[in-house]
């Protein structure tokens, strides 16, 4: 069975303070492993994903499969990054996701 | 619209009615999923069809039926609900299940069964 855990359901930060949102995950083969998020009145969409290697907005992941995580990071919070953030895990033709963390940036 | 759209937006039903909720994708993809999203529960799949084969019933009740008439337009049928029922239903697409990770998800119907 594949199952993601997002352990935190929120996080608040400062402006320009480090954030890393945390998921593990588990599952026997090799899976992808996949962040979205979901901005205040708008659609889910996806953010990046492991593959890739790339840095959207600012924001990496790393997978890391000795301890099976895949956090996300992003050295200086910006008040536009405020919104919903599931990591999903890909397998067997399917997503699952995570519960979620909000996160907040204040100024 | 581009992208995958969804509606109705929003839908209160009784438990003795029947409704559909309806996606339409314009991506021009061949897979195309229903999920159920709650409160303080993540994101379930429920259905899934690939090139209008249903793939995958994550062990759905049978209140709620599927339909996929062709690549771009997705149905859920509904039928006799419960309260718990109520939540956000989203629909997404991708260019088949093999790219499953990267889903175009619409914006979602909110359903509120009375």
């Known amino acids: 069975a594949q199952r993601v855990t997002q352990p935190e359901k929120l996080l608040s930060v400062f402006k320009g303070a480090p954030v890393e949102l945390k998921c593990n995950y588990s599952y026997s083969g090799s899976p992808e492993l996949f962040w979205y998020v979901q901005y205040s009145r708008q659609r889910l969409q996806l953010l990046l994903r492991?593959?890739s290697r790339e840095s959207i907005k600012g924001f990496t992941a790393d997978l890391n499969k000795g301890e099976t995580s895949f956090h996300l990071k992003k050295p200086f919070a910006q008040e536009e990054d405020s919104a919903m953030y599931y990591c999903?895990?890909?397998?067997?033709?399917?997503?699952?996701f995570g519960k979620g963390i909000t996160l907040s940036v204040r100024p | 619209e581009t992208g995958v759209t969804q509606t109705p937006r929003h839908l209160v039903m009784g438990m003795t009615n029947k409704k559909s909720l309806k996606c339409e994708q314009h991506?021009?993809?061949?897979?195309m999923y229903w999920y159920k999203q709650s409160a303080k529960k993540p994101l379930e799949l429920m259905f899934v069809?690939?090139?209008?084969?249903?793939?995958e019933n994550n062990s759905v009740p049978s209140r709620f039926s599927p339909e996929c008439p062709n690549s771009s337009h997705l149905f859920l049928h509904l039928h006799t609900l419960q309260p718990e029922d109520s939540a956000l239903y989203l629909c997404a697409s991708s260019q088949d299940t093999q790219g499953q990770g990267r889903q175009y998800f619409g914006p979602g119907t909110r359903l509120t069964v009375t």
């Open positions: 069809y690939n090139f209008k084969e249903q793939t």
């Open positions: 991506l021009g993809h061949n897979a």
């Open positions: 999903a895990l890909g397998a067997n033709s399917k997503l699952t």
């Open positions: 492991h593959i």
